[in-house]
């Protein structure tokens, strides 16, 4: 089976990640489900710690909210949080994540084990560098669209 990349089309440009269906392959397939209905799209990143990591996801822009569908189970795995890695973001509940993840602008190597990696940017890490700063930016970035392909 080809790969498979998720494409996020920023305000800041384009950036392809590589799905991991190999660590996780529940949220894999919702991530490529909600990319399926346009859920992603127009949504922004509500939170950017230089240093750690780029926030998206959620459709309210605040953090606090997900798609109408039922959260998933975790699937914590032990591939490293370093720079360039996306993994689901959740509440303390180890399975509550639903549609928010974020990208490691750095190793966040605490995060391991306790956060689902499912992919890692294969290419434009550069724009996701270049997203607005801040818990929430002033400005927030956002997908334009998101879109899946195999590479």
């Known amino acids: 089976m080809a790969d498979e990349y998720l494409t996020l ?8 990640i ?5 660590l996780a392959p529940g949220h ?10 346009g859920f992603y799209d127009g949504v922004t990143f509500h939170r ?6 780029a926030q ?12 109408k569908k039922p959260d998933l189970k975790a699937e914590f795995n032990a591939e490293p949080h370093v720079r360039g890695v996306c993994s689901m ?9 639903n549609s928010q993840f974020f990208i490691c602008l750095d190793d966040a190597r605490f995060l391991d084990k306790q956060y689902t990696v499912w ?7 550069d724009n996701v560098d270049a997203l607005p700063k801040g818990e929430p930016p002033a400005k927030p970035g956002k997908i334009v669209k998101a879109s899946v392909s195999e590479g």
């Open 89 to 97: 973001a959740r509440t303390s509940a180890p399975n509550s994540a």
């Open 9 to 16: 089309s920023l305000d800041t440009g384009d950036v392809k």
């Open 56 to 67: 998206g996801g959620c459709p309210n822009g605040t953090g606090m909210g997900g798609s």
């Open 28 to 37: 894999v397939e919702r991530i490529k489900e909600l990319v399926g209905e």
């Open 119 to 125: 992919g890692v940017v294969a290419e434009g890490m």
């Open 48 to 53: 950017v710690i230089p240093g750690f990591m």
């Open 18 to 22: 590589k799905l991991r269906p190999d």
